[in-house]
């Protein structure tokens, strides 16, 4: 079965250094350049559907079948992007917007029609709102950098919550610590969700950002990013909404959530690592300063001093990671081709499944709400075992059964500390998985805490 992406949306593409290329805007319909990703005929669920997609998926370590349930560390990649990475090197591996020749002209076209898939897949309204970065965590440190310097005073107020990742967390304490804002940390609920009344009881004039993530990759807790997104706006203030969980796993459109900016990585999105992005509303981008200077990201170069481009080239320094980008957009197309809210659906179903039956487990605590219609659970859950440390536990899982799962703080440390624990370990799943994944860590985990029971 052959998936095609049905919604034909003209964007308009922007060349970036128009003086060097010289080409001018073009509008790229674009359905009518986006091949259409295969995902597998095979019946069943939409797990069983796409795992042949994966060719990493099929391999027995230790003669057993690899599960693969680290998902919120990093997704695996579908021969469609591994695919599109080959095809460049082989065919017209090139440097972007320099070059006149076909190499260099067919690299750049691919490379901003990759941009031109992140903002449609975004429903972002512009290619010039999407800026390549390294990743998720190189975009916050963008926005810091640049928003937060030139905006932030001392007495400002910044509001997070505890359950951030460090990536949205140490960034904002580097510019505290320059500009005198003072960080602010939204606790959580009893039920373990990051409490948003109290965040709204937090906002005042004072407060000039908010840096909140949509999915917990800790808690699989969500945010209700528009109504916070309106709440903040209500007060003067931007927000950065950290998409890391929910970009690969859900429909996100930025228009509706209203967000100031966006950031995701590549590589949780099925696509290559070394890419991430940074959405930035048109006028907030064109207002900040350049991050890192060097080609690419100016105008005119003087000996004394120099104009910059305008965005997203004004904050693309140097050679971009081009096969990367390339990679991304043929995960788009991938993506694009199963239907996010198909994945979704998929998602939402697998998530109940694999929170009952690790509910079921004794001595086991969850951390994060208990699903419901009203607390949607990410498919991931964050767990400990009474008297067993998590580290032992993935190390068993490992190597006696070939499950791939986490353990450490999930570079969540302060919400790790809020709960009470150093660590836990973490089972998380992407559309690849089935509930017979589930089934075989469950069953393995159980065969974990028995073996380490009877050393007691
Ligand atoms: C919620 C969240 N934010 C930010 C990040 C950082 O992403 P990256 O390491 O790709 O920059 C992650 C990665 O684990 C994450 O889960």
Redesign the pocket.
């Known amino acids: 079965m052959v998936i095609t992406m049905e919604a034909v949306v003209s964007l308009r593409v922007v060349k970036p250094n128009l003086h060097r290329t010289n080409r001018t805007y073009r509008t790229v319909p674009l359905a009518s350049v986006t091949s259409a990703a295969p995902v597998s005929a095979d019946p069943g669920s939409l797990g069983h559907r796409t795992r042949p997609d994966f060719p990493i998926l099929h391999q027995e370590l230790n003669g057993k079948r690899l599960v693969y349930l680290d998902n919120?560390?990093t997704s695996q990649k579908p021969t469609h992007v591994l695919n599109a990475l080959r095809n460049y090197y082989e065919a017209y591996n090139s440097n972007v917007h320099r070059g006149i020749h076909y190499l260099s002209a067919k690299a750049t076209d691919e490379y901003e029609l990759a941009r031109a898939k992140v903002a449609n897949f975004l429903n972002a309204g512009d290619c010039r709102e999407i800026v390549f970065t390294r990743?998720?965590?190189e975009a916050i440190n963008l926005v810091a950098y640049t928003w937060g310097l030139a905006n932030l005073k001392q007495g400002d107020e910044v509001v997070l919550t505890v359950a951030e990742?460090h990536?949205?967390i140490v960034p904002w304490q580097f510019v505290s610590q320059k500009t005198g804002a003072v960080l602010r940390f939204v606790d959580l609920t009893e039920d373990e969700v990051p409490d948003v009344d109290k965040l709204r009881e937090m906002l005042s004039r004072r407060t000039k950002l908010l840096v909140l993530?949509h999915v917990s990759?800790v808690l699989a807790s969500v945010l209700p990013i528009d109504q916070v997104v309106s709440w903040a706006h209500d007060v003067g203030a931007k927000v950065l909404v950290?998409a890391?969980?929910s970009v690969p796993h859900m429909v996100v459109d930025v228009r509706s959530l209203d967000a100031d900016f966006l950031v995701a990585?590549s590589?949780k999105m099925c696509g290559p690592t070394g890419i991430?992005f940074l959405y930035g509303k048109s006028d907030l981008l064109s207002s900040m300063p350049p991050f890192l200077g060097g080609g690419e990201m100016i105008s005119d170069v003087y000996l004394d001093h120099s104009t910059y481009a305008e965005p997203p080239s004004r904050f693309e320094a140097g050679t971009p990671a081009i096969g990367e980008a390339i990679g991304l957009g043929a995960a788009i197309d991938y993506l694009s081709g199963i239907g996010m809210q198909t994945i979704h659906d998929y998602e939402v179903e697998l998530a109940g499944y694999l929170y009952d039956s690790l509910h079921s487990v004794p001595n086991v605590r969850i951390y994060g709400p208990a699903p419901s219609k009203s607390n949607y659970r990410a498919a991931l859950c964050s767990f400990n075992v009474e008297d067993v440390h998590p580290t032992d536990i993935a190390t068993f899982l490992d190597q006696q059964h070939s499950i791939a799962i986490r353990s450490g703080h999930h570079?969540a440390q302060p919400l790790h500390r809020y709960l009470g624990v150093n660590a836990s370990a973490r089972a998380s799943l992407h559309f690849y998985n089935t509930k017979e994944d589930v089934d075989d860590f469950i069953r393995a985990l159980t065969d974990t805490i028995d073996f380490f029971a009877s050393f007691k």
Do not use: E, F, R, V
């Open positions: 919120a560390a990743n998720a965590t990742h990536s949205a993530h990759n950290d890391c969980q990585s590589h991430g570079c």
